[in-house]
């Protein structure tokens, strides 16, 4: 079913083809937004599932937005539980690409430009066969694409293969534009289980050599170096437009779901900058047993929270204590710009950090996999806007609810000096990213070149 109808006057028609992930949906969902509203000429066909296309085919978008979907081949989002688990992504490599060649052959007018998730690295080969320019999405910070690009580097300083257990601590030095990082902060895809898919994550990157465009959805401002490093050793253009989140629907309160009024009210009703976020993303999750360890953690800390549990909620809401409110979903940007929010436990997706780096929350990280690891690191080591909650390097060990609850008390604790100090951090960088995409801003910039670039090519 294409829910391509009609014809528009089109500059140029963008095929949008994201990892079948809402981690990854989200970001392209909103690139395709920003592309519209500097140039409203554009056509955007985006790729989905028929069940994603279930998700999210009635959330607001431009009538230049419309759906490609694709047969429900792999995996439902509803039973999986890991969005890098090899499996997965070996289905969907396998899987998208017929039918993604298939829609592109029915399409009218002919797509001009696809933009295409980075790991989906099958899209390079149906591009450059069809000779249709391609602009590979990296959603993640430019440091993983970095890591990834310089891989070769860690291999020729003996820092991989990497034994966890003895060499957590140590760290890596020799990657040009990073700050000095600990091996237990590298991606996780670089030690013990995470090995089974990092050829995958080197494939993504090596692919860009056969691609006209690297869109970087990370601020200009916050990993610079890292940013510079990569274009002196990349030939393909490089534009750095974050952060991927969607805070141009901030500035329309009534677009507000009439279904998440009942959690605003009880934030509306809490003191300003009293209430911690939890939220471990859309996928992944501590294990069970960690996370009856943060439940009751939160809930001794005596310090409010809202958490949003997804399909645990009905194991934790009734005894969540009077501070607590537990939800299975919420607009997430929304709440973290909300005055009563004081500071976001995240597992680090790089989303969720961006939008707490634009809402000016400061954060405790409990990384789980793949970047969040380093997203962690750049977070507390770099941008000093953050504590770990673990601070040690046993990636799997348990921690304790006594222990959260105090380092929850403390985080939380509007009065320290060392809190203070992070708050006042997290509230710069807030301006600084929120620069980036007013007029003439860094990704401002680079969003309106790329939509130039991607219309000229096309004229
Ligand atoms: O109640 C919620 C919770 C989350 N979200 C949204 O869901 C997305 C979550 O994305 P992210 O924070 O990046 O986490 P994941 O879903 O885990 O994202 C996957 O994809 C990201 C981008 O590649 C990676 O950085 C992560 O590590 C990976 O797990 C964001 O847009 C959030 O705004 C909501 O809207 N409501």
């Known amino acids: 079913m294409d829910h391509v109808t009609k014809e528009p006057t089109t500059v140029c028609h963008v095929l949008a083809v994201p990892f079948p992930s809402r981690g990854h949906i989200n970001p392209m969902m909103n690139l395709c937004k920003s592309l519209l509203s500097k ?16 998700f999210i085919g009635s959330e607001p978008k431009p009538d230049n937005i419309r759906f490609g979907t694709i047969p429900n081949d792999f995996t439902s989002e509803l039973d999986r539980s890991g969005n890098y688990s090899p499996d997965f992504f070996e289905e969907v490599l396998r899987k998208m690409e017929a039918p993604v060649e298939q829609l592109i052959d029915r399409l009218e007018p002919p797509v001009t430009t696809i933009v295409y998730d980075a790991y989906l690295t099958f899209a390079v080969r149906v591009g450059n066969r069809r000779k249709i320019p391609l602009a590979s999405f990296w959603t993640m910070p430019a440091l993983v694409y970095s890591v990834f690009h310089h891989f070769d580097l860690l291999v020729q300083n003996r820092h991989f293969p990497i034994n966890l257990l003895e060499q957590g601590e140590d760290r890596v030095d020799c990657i040009p534009g990073i700050s000095s990082i600990r091996k237990v902060d590298l991606p996780t895809c670089l030690y013990g289980k995470g090995l089974d898919v990092l050829h995958r994550g080197l494939e993504a990157v090596s692919g860009v050599a056969k691609v006209q465009y690297l869109l970087l959805v990370s601020v200009y401002e916050l990993e610079s170096q890292i940013i510079e ?143 969040q690891t380093p997203n962690s690191k750049q977070i507390v080591e770099d941008w000093k806007i953050g504590w770990r909650v673990k601070n040690k390097s046993e990636a799997h060990s348990l921690v304790p609810r006594e222990e959260i609850a105090g380092i929850i008390r403390r985080f939380m604790n509007l009065d320290s000096e060392e809190g203070k100090e992070m708050r006042k951090r997290a509230k710069k960088l807030s301006q600084v990213c929120r620069q980036a995409v007013q007029k003439g801003g860094s990704s401002d910039t680079d969003l309106q070149a790329f939509v130039n670039d991607i219309a000229q090519c096309h004229k």
């Open 39 to 54: 140039n409203m000429d554009i056509l955007v066909t985006f790729v989905v599932s028929e069940e994603w296309f279930g």
């Open 229 to 371: 490093a990569l274009k002196e050793r990349i030939s393909t253009p490089v534009y750095h437009i974050g952060p991927p989140i969607p805070y141009f629907k901030l500035e329309d309160n009534s677009a507000v779901n009439p279904s998440d009024k009942s959690y605003f009210q009880w934030l509306d009703s809490q003191p300003e900058s009293s209430v911690l976020y939890v939220s471990q993303g859309s996928l992944h999750s501590a294990t069970s047993a960690q996370l009856d360890e943060i439940a009751a953690g939160l809930r001794i800390s005596g310090v409010r929270y809202f958490w949003v549990a997804r399909k645990e909620t009905p194991r934790f809401e009734d005894e969540c204590g009077e501070k607590g409110l537990i939800v299975p979903w919420c607009d997430q940007l929304r709440v973290l710009c909300h005055p009563s929010i004081g500071g976001f436990w995240s597992h680090c997706g790089w989303n969720s950090t961006s939008e707490a780096i634009f809402a000016g929350v400061p954060m405790l990280t409990f990384p789980i996999y793949w970047d």
